[in-house]
């Protein structure tokens, strides 16, 4: 069996077949650095890093997600804080890769950087410039859309359509209203680069296609990011790439994950409805963030809420208690592989709904045997999932104790919930907020009913 990926530029599930035979290139968007990630941002991430760990099992994979760490945002943001640019980018780049790691995301083989790529995009746009594809303007180099006749094919656009429908204000300097730009200039305080058009910084879009064309060649395998991104960002990143390598094909296969929303609402600063993973792996084990983000299937929306994480805790339960009181060598650790009907579930355009459901039909089988042999082999099998789904990293008995990095024990919630009892009885309700405070920080609600006081995390 292929694996087989939906690939949007195609729109449809597609057999997979890399370039070069054994080899996959693949390029991820990665994040702007100007604050912390939110929880839809950790779902490229995630998604993503598990479709890395399927590919490596068969391939020798060069996995690239880049970091923006030059846009207007990060100058607003240094700006507003009055900190150095260098020092937001540092401090988030650094914040990203923690929280990633928390939610057991494997660095990828390669991190470029925009600032770092500055000569390559360049380059770039003066291919551009030297084929007709871009030209100058006041300062600006745009993109000239019109001239490329494919303009619109990813994201599934016509351009006619799209100039009739606009209502882009267009910039004086533009030829036309969907021309966008590759370089632009930067005033004194602002970060810049000498260039041949003046000093000036890269437009977004410029800084994929410079970056997967330096560390992965001129056509890639696979190119992922979020749903967003197909218009205008992938499409940009084509339209360049493409002109820019005389129409060769930029990714054989586009892939894109749909969005998350928070209880039914899109998350949106100005809402106040943002959830940071800095701020929820610090009450919630990163195993449950994972495994919740993968709960759906990655073309599929996503509803994060209290139940999402409660039922992915549950499910981290049963599969940790089937585990639990088996001893098992790392020798069989080793030599297990994860079930065929797993991986084939995984290779089917990341079913993970699917390889979930073989996961639990491993633990159930694990329950119901009586067999010391047999117990081995299913315990074994169920690490070699967890190994490639990015699960089952503690030992179960932690798990149970609660130990399981940063999530409180149970025996420090009862011991708090009955010294709240004793305060609210000794009528110091200052107290007894002040425990409710305490847990609800470490992602416990606390409910006061007839029966006396029940809890549960998330
Ligand atoms: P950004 O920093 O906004 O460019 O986003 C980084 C990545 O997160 C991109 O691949 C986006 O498509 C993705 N993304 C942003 N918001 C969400 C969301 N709510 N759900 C899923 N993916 C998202
Ligand atoms: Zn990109």
């Known amino acids: 069996?292929?694996?087989?990926?939906?690939?949007?530029?195609?729109?449809?599930?597609?057999?997979?077949?890399?370039?070069?035979?054994?080899?996959?290139?693949?390029?991820?968007?990665?994040?702007?650095?100007?604050?912390?990630?939110?929880?839809?941002?950790?779902?490229?991430?995630?998604?993503?890093?598990?479709?890395?760990?399927?590919?490596?099992?068969?391939?020798?994979?060069?996995?690239?997600?880049?970091?923006?760490?030059?846009?207007?945002?990060?100058?607003?943001?240094?700006?507003?804080?009055?900190?150095?640019?260098?020092?937001?980018?540092?401090?988030?780049?650094?914040?990203?890769?923690?929280?990633?790691?928390?939610?057991?995301?494997?660095?990828?083989?390669?991190?470029?950087?925009?600032?770092?790529?500055?000569?390559?995009?360049?380059?770039?746009?003066?291919?551009?410039?030297?084929?007709?594809?871009?030209?100058?303007?006041?300062?600006?180099?745009?993109?000239?859309?019109?001239?490329?006749?494919?303009?619109?094919?990813?994201?599934?656009?016509?351009?006619?359509?799209?100039?009739?429908?606009?209502?882009?204000?267009?910039?004086?300097?533009?030829?036309?209203?969907?021309?966008?730009?590759?370089?632009?200039?930067?005033?004194?305080?602002?970060?810049?680069?000498?260039?041949?058009?003046?000093?000036?910084?890269?437009?977004?879009?410029?800084?994929?296609?410079?970056?997967?064309?330096?560390?992965?060649?001129?056509?890639i395998d696979i190119h992922a990011g979020g749903q967003d991104l197909v218009f205008p960002h992938h499409e940009n990143e084509c339209a360049q790439s493409r002109c820019a390598h005389d129409g060769a094909p930029f990714a054989r296969y586009w892939l894109h994950n749909g969005f998350l929303s928070l209880d039914q609402t899109k998350m949106s600063k100005s809402l106040g409805n943002v959830l940071l993973v800095h701020d929820l792996v610090e009450s919630i084990p990163g195993e449950v963030i994972r495994l919740a983000l993968l709960s759906a299937h990655y073309r599929q929306p996503l509803d994060w809420s209290a139940e999402t994480i409660q039922s992915a805790r549950r499910m981290l339960d049963r599969l940790y208690g089937a585990l639990r009181g088996i001893e098992i060598s790392d020798e069989a650790r080793a030599a297990a592989t994860a079930p065929p009907e797993l991986v084939a579930a995984l290779e089917d355009d990341l079913n993970t709904p699917k390889a979930l459901a073989e996961f639990f039909a491993l633990a159930r089988a694990l329950n119901k045997s009586n067999d010391k042999k047999e117990m081995i082999e299913l315990a074994a099998s169920m690490y070699a999932a967890g190994d490639l789904i990015g699960l089952l990293g503690s030992d179960p008995e932690q798990w149970f104790a609660g130990h399981v990095e940063g999530e409180m024990p149970v025996a420090e919630i009862e011991a708090l919930i009955e010294q709240r009892n004793a305060a609210k009885a000794e009528r110091d309700f200052e107290r007894a907020d002040a425990i409710r405070d305490q847990l609800r920080e470490a992602g416990v609600a606390i409910q006061d009913g007839r029966d006396g006081t029940t809890w549960r995390r998330g």
């Open 1 to 219: 069996m292929t694996i087989r990926l939906h690939d949007t530029l195609q729109g449809r599930k597609v057999p997979f077949e890399p370039l070069k035979a054994g080899e996959v290139t693949m390029y991820l968007c990665g994040p702007t650095v100007y604050n912390y990630a939110h929880i839809g941002n950790a779902r490229p991430a995630v998604v993503f890093d598990l479709l890395a760990r399927v590919l490596r099992r068969r391939y020798k994979l060069t996995f690239a997600r880049n970091i923006t760490d030059v846009d207007d945002k990060i100058n607003a943001a240094s700006v507003e804080t009055g900190r150095p640019i260098d020092e937001i980018t540092e401090k988030y780049i650094n914040a990203y890769n923690e929280d990633m790691g928390a939610l057991g995301v494997q660095p990828p083989d390669v991190e470029p950087r925009a600032t770092q790529h500055i000569d390559v995009m360049i380059e770039m746009i003066q291919a551009l410039m030297d084929k007709g594809c871009a030209y100058e303007a006041e300062g600006h180099v745009l993109f000239d859309v019109a001239s490329h006749a494919e303009y619109g094919e990813l994201s599934k656009r016509d351009l006619r359509e799209m100039i009739a429908g606009s209502r882009v204000e267009v910039a004086p300097y533009k030829k036309a209203a969907h021309d966008f730009v590759l370089w632009k200039p930067s005033t004194p305080e602002l970060p810049g680069w000498d260039s041949p058009w003046g000093r000036g910084r890269p437009g977004w879009h410029i800084e994929c296609s410079a970056m997967a064309e330096k560390h992965l060649g001129p056509t």
